[in-house]
């Protein structure tokens, strides 16, 4: 079965300017999580969304926006780049269960941004 | 607040070593995930393994072993014959079970394999 599909895979782009990252979730995961990892940092939390509503927030700068769409793809915008933006990002999807219980977490292989 | 601590940051063991990798957390959920991941010098999360709270029994898969201590809150991981393969950062983290938990994860222990 397919995991979780990200794209790009590298993404190079130049201060002030704009990127989108995209994520498909395994078939039927209707959950969505978007996380970034700086160069020897741990993955933090940016946003999480079930059911194409935003579920929770963590520290998302005001400049990133995301959503998900009907097919459950989610989108992550970044806009004013800044060179510290430069980092990996992953997106992991899962399914809640009918007790609202997550499943486990699939991670895809994430998108690594370089700004310039 | 839910926090991991993985207080090696590093560690390098000769080919064939066993290493033990450290992990407590802190949680105020009582029923909660714990989680192993590996990333590779490629960059990818690799998911090891995910334990549910109320299932305090050791596992084994091949040469990794997971020593999961509630009362000590630590959730360890033993790589037994280490291999250069086994070069990585490992990564251990806690969620909640419920629609809007997330994965919280700690800073990360990089190992080193040598040969």
């Known amino acids: 079965a397919a995991g979780v599909i990200q794209s790009p895979r590298h993404l190079i782009k130049e201060k002030r300017e704009t990127a989108t990252l995209k994520c498909y979730p395994i078939?039927?995961?209707?959950?969505v999580y978007w996380y970034q990892q700086g160069p020897g940092q741990d993955p933090q939390f940016l946003i999480s969304?079930?059911?194409?509503?935003?579920?929770d927030k963590g520290s998302i700068p005001d400049r990133f926006s995301a959503q998900q769409f009907s097919d459950y793809h989610s989108e992550l915008n970044m806009s004013s780049l800044e060179l510290g933006d430069s980092a990996l990002y992953f997106c992991?999807?899962?399914?809640?269960?009918?007790?609202?219980?997550?499943?486990?977490?699939?991670f895809g292989q994430g998108t690594r941004l370089t700004v310039v | 607040a839910q926090k991991v601590t993985q207080a090696q940051t590093e560690i390098s063991v000769v080919e064939k070593e066993d290493v033990t990798l450290d992990c407590v957390y802190e949680t105020r959920d009582t029923t909660y995930y714990l989680f192993w991941y590996k990333q590779p010098p490629s960059g990818e999360l690799v998911f090891l393994i995910r334990?549910?709270?109320?299932?305090?029994q050791n596992e084994i898969s091949g040469r990794y072993s997971w020593n999961f201590q509630k009362s000590t809150s630590s959730f360890n991981f033993t790589i037994t014959a280490s291999q250069v393969v086994d070069s990585a950062v490992y990564f251990c983290?806690?969620?909640?079970?419920?629609?809007?938990?997330?994965?919280?994860f700690g800073k990360g222990t990089r190992l080193h394999i040598l040969p």
């Open positions: 078939s039927r995961h209707d959950t």
């Open positions: 969304f079930y059911e194409k509503m935003q579920s």
């Open positions: 992991a999807s899962s399914l809640v269960g009918r007790g609202g219980l997550n499943t486990e977490a699939f």
């Open positions: 334990r549910n709270s109320f299932d305090e």
């Open positions: 983290a806690l969620s909640g079970v419920n629609r809007d938990d997330k994965i919280i």
